[in-house]
């Protein structure tokens, strides 16, 4: 089981990236997908999520408007478009799968953003 998250790298403000995460040894369809990151000295925070079954999405106050999550159960691949990048979000990003109790990290992947 596996979710290996990429796409970061180092942009300047307002620019935008598309984050991927890709899931190997098991069924992505069932399970809600986040998006999490932590910038330097601070807590994890979600910021994005969308569920398995109706498409529900949820985005932090702080990416609204700017970021949009999407996933391809068929390529199990889930996405985060980020447009407007502010150096406040620079942080490592994580994308994370949730069924029941079953719980999956990604590595990580670094987002810099400079102003």
């Known amino acids: 089981v596996q979710l290996q998250a990429s796409g970061g790298g180092l942009v300047q403000s307002g620019d935008s990236l598309r984050l991927s995460c890709t899931a190997s040894?098991?069924?992505?369809?069932?399970?809600?997908i986040g998006w999490f990151r932590q910038a330097p000295g601070k807590e994890r925070e979600e910021v994005s999520c969308?569920?398995?079954?109706?498409?529900?999405?949820y985005y932090a106050d702080s990416v609204k408007d700017r970021f949009t999550i999407s996933r391809d159960n068929a390529k199990k691949m889930v996405y985060l478009s980020m447009n407007g990048l502010k150096s406040e979000d620079t942080a490592v990003y994580y994308c994370n799968a949730v069924l029941e109790s079953r719980e999956y990290w990604g590595q990580g992947t670094l987002v810099t953003v400079s102003s």
């Open positions: 969308i569920s398995s079954k109706n498409g529900g999405i």
């Open positions: 040894g098991f069924t992505l369809d069932y399970y809600a």
